[in-house]
């Protein structure tokens, strides 16, 4: 009942039907009042027409009774009491008019004479007592049983002048009077008896098989409506009492045939149901037609759909759609694969190549290096790395950048010929595939690249000569999978641009390192997220030279791994810059030392404490946003606070430096370049930073005491940052000779192991407890020696 077949049909056949029986309710409902309506009216009015036949029968044996009881003779022998003569004219009486019962009564009734032999004075005691009360009224009509048989009685006085006898006239109802009866109102008659509860038929013109059904509907007073496939009644009765006494009670039953009013109406609501029947049969074939029509076509969309779920768009499906309608359907689904399939293809080809190149990526080539290990054919890899392709971008915009990418990509294909196994990595990194059969010796083929790759470019009207360095990993010397090759091949790529070569292969052993590497970064990023104290801050304090207060700190990051121990800063903050992991560390960094430095002022402490931020946060414009934040919920004032950035970081992009720094600078906060002297900023850029101090770098401190060269970089660096109105520190102080030597030359302020080592933040009150009271301790000694 689920399938589109079985609801059309059931619905087909549901809808006929409905109508049908609508229609037969309707016609059974109107033409069943109508018929009902009619044969009421033909029973009333035949009622009527009855009782004025009856009425007008009885005046005419009244004249009839009238005749004999106005004879002059008669009244001499009733009044003689000459029987004979009584009887005589009773008899010459009823024979002129055709009586069936002519009889004489006394004034109370008794029986004098009669017509029929059987009815002697004292019998019929109940035929005695009809006609007393009819004496009693003075005469009348009425009717009275005779054995067994029905009359039609008139009593009339004999008046001689005062009543002294009752004449009575008796005309029996038999069938034949039944039927003219009967003819004359339209019914059929039945005269009955009614004695102690028990009705007789007397007189019908029914048969005895339907006069029961007859008599038992006169006990309804209106025709109701005949209902189908039932049983109903086959006449509508209405019952008139013609006469009543204590023991009997005369009547006539007046029946209308139903069944021929109804005749017509069953016939036509047979054809009806016939028409219907057959309407159905015809709406269940065409509704089968018509489902199949639909279905099957259907059908066959479903198996279409079904191929193109399972990627097979070209598979030819015979139409078979019946409608213009269903035939547009299989055309727009053809229609539709073929699209899906163009779409599809360019989506694999989108997810199997770089969208600016055309060249495979990542893992499409992945894939294509594990069919050729499969096939055990020697090859290399190489990896392929632009050197300084972000200065292009920076200078000629990065539409010449991306031309200059399409075109390595065109030279690579170039250079692998039929064999196009080239990737591209990132920005400007390439991998290419190269076959022993092609290039035996891996060397000589990487230098033919090389002279391909950088033969001069010429890019609008720019001409440009790229740099290149190389990385190979080969199978299967270097690796047995394509991730373990892939991977090698980007260690030896690395290897080659940090150490500025043009060439490298892969090293054995080379790959612990790089899995170390991936080691920490995922324990780092897992350090991050739990905050389980493996990472912790030390606060290295900084000293005023002039006035030999501690009033600033350095805050510095330490990891304590729960398997390697101790971990260089130096080595994991530089593989947190390359992951991408350096803006999570140095938000986590930025809000330990805001919350420390809140406690330390809290309790009575006047420190500022500095942070240091890497070139990747100086791109973050939400960085000034997140400090703020911190700042509000602390309630730490701005001046607590000092950014450090590497003179290396600003340079990268100064101007974008710059405009962070200002924005620092405009909210109170303090900016220190970080191991100035070391990097490649200008006087001019220096001059345009919003700084307001410079640290030394301990390259030229450490041995200060003990080199001239660094006592004169140290002196100039000084004077420069003084007459730019800029404080200078100097870390790396790590003897008393060099605090002098840096006090006499006027730095500012010192850094180093000479005055503490980085502290744990719970041991930094009690330093500066300590310092302040060995200070106190100094100037009270300076006082006495002075006074002596």
Same mark, same amino acid.
């Not at 009077?177 to 019914?187: C, D, H, I, V």
């Given at each position: 009942m689920n399938s589109l077949r079985s609801r059309i049909l059931l619905l087909c056949v549901i809808a006929v039907s409905a109508t049908a029986l609508a229609i037969l309710l309707a016609f059974w409902i109107t033409t069943g009042e109508y018929i009902r309506s009619q044969v009421n009216d033909r029973v009333e009015n035949a009622t009527q027409v009855f009782n004025q036949l009856i009425n007008t029968r009885e005046k005419q044996l009244i004249s009839s009774a009238e005749i004999l009881t106005s004879d002059f003779g008669f009244k001499q022998a009733v009044a003689t009491k000459d029987s004979a003569t009584i009887t005589s004219a009773l008899a010459n009486h009823g024979e002129r008019i055709n009586a069936d019962l002519m009889l004489l009564t006394d004034v109370e009734g008794n029986f004098l004479a009669s017509t029929m032999p059987g009815l002697l004075p004292g019998t019929h005691q109940q035929s005695t007592r009809l006609v007393q009360q009819t004496i009693a009224a003075g005469g009348g009509a009425s009717f009275i049983e005779v054995d067994g048989s029905l009359y039609q009685m008139i009593l009339l006085p004999v008046r001689a002048p005062i009543p002294i006898a009752f004449a009575a006239v008796g005309f029996r109802m038999d069938d034949r009077l039944a039927k003219e009866l009967s003819q004359l109102s339209g019914l059929e008659v039945t005269f009955i008896s009614e004695r102690d509860g028990t009705e007789t038929a007397m007189v019908s013109t029914l048969d005895d098989q339907v006069l029961n059904a007859a008599l038992s509907a006169a006990a309804d007073v209106e025709v109701s409506l005949r209902l189908p496939f039932i049983e109903n009644s086959h006449f509508s009765s209405r019952k008139l009492y013609l006469a009543e006494n204590a023991a009997e009670t005369i009547g006539v039953v007046l029946s209308a045939s139903l069944d021929e009013a109804y005749l017509a109406f069953d016939e036509l609501r047979d054809n009806i149901l016939l028409i219907a029947l057959t309407l159905l049969l015809l709406t269940i074939i065409g509704s089968v037609v018509v489902?199949?029509?639909?279905? &099957?076509?259907?059908?066959?969309? &479903?198996?279409? &759909?079904?191929?193109?779920?399972?990627?097979?768009?070209?598979?030819?499906?015979?139409?078979?759609?019946?409608?213009?309608?269903?035939?547009?359907?299989?055309?727009?689904?053809?229609?539709?694969?073929? /699209?899906?399939?163009?779409?599809?293809?360019?989506?694999?080809?989108?997810?199997q190549h770089d969208s600016l190149t055309g060249l495979m990526n990542r893992n499409t080539l992945q894939q294509r290096i594990s069919s050729l290990i499969d096939s055990q054919h020697e090859f290399f890899l190489i990896g392929i790395n632009i050197r300084g392709f972000k200065n292009i971008n920076d200078t000629f915009g990065q539409e010449v950048g991306d031309t200059v990418l399409k075109n390595v990509a065109d030279r690579l294909r170039q250079f692998s010929g039929n064999n196009q196994l080239n990737a591209r990595l990132g920005a400007d990194e390439f991998l290419l595939v190269v076959g022993r059969?092609?290039?035996?010796?891996?060397?000589?083929?990487? /230098?033919?690249?090389?002279?391909?790759?950088?033969?001069?470019?010429? &890019?609008? /009207?720019?001409?440009?000569?790229?740099?290149?360095?190389?990385?190979?990993?080969?199978?299967?010397?270097?690796?047995?999978?394509?991730? /373990?090759?892939?991977?090698?091949?980007?260690?030896?790529?690395?290897?080659?641009r940090s150490e500025g070569a043009i060439l490298r292969f892969y090293q054995k052993g080379a790959d612990d390192a790089h899995l170390k590497r991936l080691k920490i970064v995922n324990d780092l990023k897992a350090a991050l997220a739990n905050n389980d104290g493996q990472l912790f801050m030390v606060y290295q304090p900084k000293m005023n030279l002039r006035s030999g207060m501690v009033d600033k700190m350095e805050s510095l990051i330490r990891w304590i791994h729960p398997e390697d121990g101790f971990i260089p800063p130096d080595t994991f903050i530089e593989l947190a810059e390359q992951s991408g992991l350096i803006t999570i560390l140095t938000d986590w960094v930025i809000e330990q030392v805001i919350r420390q430095t809140a406690m330390w002022v809290q309790s009575g402490y006047i420190i500022q404490s500095a942070i240091n931020i890497s070139a990747q946060d100086l791109e973050r414009e939400e960085l000034l946003t997140l400090v703020e934040s911190f700042l509000q919920e602390t309630g730490l004032p701005n001046h607590h606070l000092c950014f450090e950035l590497t003179e290396r970081d600003m340079m990268q992009d100064a101007d974008k430096a710059v405009a962070l720094m200002q924005g620092f600078k405009e909210r109170g906060f303090d900016l220190s370049v970080d191991d100035y002297g070391i990097g490649q900023s200008s006087l001019s850029k220096l001059k345009q930073m919003p700084v307001s101090e410079i640290k030394i770098d301990k390259s030229f401190v450490l041995t200060l005491d003990q080199s001239d060269t660094d006592q004169i970089i140290v002196r100039s660096t000084i004077e420069l940052g003084h007459n730019f109105h800029l404080k200078v520190i100097a870390e790396g102080v790590e003897t008393q000779a060099s605090q002098d030597i840096l006090h006499a030359m006027g730095c500012d302020y010192i850094q180093g192991y000479h005055l503490a080592r980085p502290l744990a933040a719970k041991a930094v009150a009690s330093w500066l407890d300590e310092h302040a009271q060995r200070r106190a301790l100094a100037n009270n000694g300076a006082g006495l020696q002075e006074n002596a």
């Amino acid at each position: 009942m689920n399938s589109l077949r079985s609801r059309i049909l059931l619905l087909c056949v549901i809808a006929v039907s409905a109508t049908a029986l609508a229609i037969l309710l309707a016609f059974w409902i109107t033409t069943g009042e109508y018929i009902r309506s009619q044969v009421n009216d033909r029973v009333e009015n035949a009622t009527q027409v009855f009782n004025q036949l009856i009425n007008t029968r009885e005046k005419q044996l009244i004249s009839s009774a009238e005749i004999l009881t106005s004879d002059f003779g008669f009244k001499q022998a009733v009044a003689t009491k000459d029987s004979a003569t009584i009887t005589s004219a009773l008899a010459n009486h009823g024979e002129r008019i055709n009586a069936d019962l002519m009889l004489l009564t006394d004034v109370e009734g008794n029986f004098l004479a009669s017509t029929m032999p059987g009815l002697l004075p004292g019998t019929h005691q109940q035929s005695t007592r009809l006609v007393q009360q009819t004496i009693a009224a003075g005469g009348g009509a009425s009717f009275i049983e005779v054995d067994g048989s029905l009359y039609q009685m008139i009593l009339l006085p004999v008046r001689a002048p005062i009543p002294i006898a009752f004449a009575a006239v008796g005309f029996r109802m038999d069938d034949r009077l039944a039927k003219e009866l009967s003819q004359l109102s339209g019914l059929e008659v039945t005269f009955i008896s009614e004695r102690d509860g028990t009705e007789t038929a007397m007189v019908s013109t029914l048969d005895d098989q339907v006069l029961n059904a007859a008599l038992s509907a006169a006990a309804d007073v209106e025709v109701s409506l005949r209902l189908p496939f039932i049983e109903n009644s086959h006449f509508s009765s209405r019952k008139l009492y013609l006469a009543e006494n204590a023991a009997e009670t005369i009547g006539v039953v007046l029946s209308a045939s139903l069944d021929e009013a109804y005749l017509a109406f069953d016939e036509l609501r047979d054809n009806i149901l016939l028409i219907a029947l057959t309407l159905l049969l015809l709406t269940i074939i065409g509704s089968v037609v018509v489902s199949r029509n639909l279905t &099957v076509p259907l059908s066959q969309l &479903v198996d279409i &759909v079904g191929d193109f779920a399972r990627g097979n768009y070209r598979k030819q499906h015979a139409a078979d759609a019946g409608t213009s309608e269903l035939q547009a359907l299989f055309n727009a689904f053809s229609l539709m694969g073929d /699209k899906i399939q163009e779409r599809e293809l360019q989506i694999t080809y989108q997810a199997q190549h770089d969208s600016l190149t055309g060249l495979m990526n990542r893992n499409t080539l992945q894939q294509r290096i594990s069919s050729l290990i499969d096939s055990q054919h020697e090859f290399f890899l190489i990896g392929i790395n632009i050197r300084g392709f972000k200065n292009i971008n920076d200078t000629f915009g990065q539409e010449v950048g991306d031309t200059v990418l399409k075109n390595v990509a065109d030279r690579l294909r170039q250079f692998s010929g039929n064999n196009q196994l080239n990737a591209r990595l990132g920005a400007d990194e390439f991998l290419l595939v190269v076959g022993r059969h092609i290039h035996p010796d891996a060397e000589q083929g990487c /230098k033919q690249l090389l002279q391909l790759l950088c033969a001069q470019m010429c &890019v609008g /009207k720019i001409d440009l000569s790229l740099n290149f360095c190389l990385g190979i990993a080969e199978f299967p010397q270097h690796a047995d999978t394509a991730e /373990k090759l892939m991977r090698r091949t980007s260690i030896a790529l690395d290897n080659a641009r940090s150490e500025g070569a043009i060439l490298r292969f892969y090293q054995k052993g080379a790959d612990d390192a790089h899995l170390k590497r991936l080691k920490i970064v995922n324990d780092l990023k897992a350090a991050l997220a739990n905050n389980d104290g493996q990472l912790f801050m030390v606060y290295q304090p900084k000293m005023n030279l002039r006035s030999g207060m501690v009033d600033k700190m350095e805050s510095l990051i330490r990891w304590i791994h729960p398997e390697d121990g101790f971990i260089p800063p130096d080595t994991f903050i530089e593989l947190a810059e390359q992951s991408g992991l350096i803006t999570i560390l140095t938000d986590w960094v930025i809000e330990q030392v805001i919350r420390q430095t809140a406690m330390w002022v809290q309790s009575g402490y006047i420190i500022q404490s500095a942070i240091n931020i890497s070139a990747q946060d100086l791109e973050r414009e939400e960085l000034l946003t997140l400090v703020e934040s911190f700042l509000q919920e602390t309630g730490l004032p701005n001046h607590h606070l000092c950014f450090e950035l590497t003179e290396r970081d600003m340079m990268q992009d100064a101007d974008k430096a710059v405009a962070l720094m200002q924005g620092f600078k405009e909210r109170g906060f303090d900016l220190s370049v970080d191991d100035y002297g070391i990097g490649q900023s200008s006087l001019s850029k220096l001059k345009q930073m919003p700084v307001s101090e410079i640290k030394i770098d301990k390259s030229f401190v450490l041995t200060l005491d003990q080199s001239d060269t660094d006592q004169i970089i140290v002196r100039s660096t000084i004077e420069l940052g003084h007459n730019f109105h800029l404080k200078v520190i100097a870390e790396g102080v790590e003897t008393q000779a060099s605090q002098d030597i840096l006090h006499a030359m006027g730095c500012d302020y010192i850094q180093g192991y000479h005055l503490a080592r980085p502290l744990a933040a719970k041991a930094v009150a009690s330093w500066l407890d300590e310092h302040a009271q060995r200070r106190a301790l100094a100037n009270n000694g300076a006082g006495l020696q002075e006074n002596a």
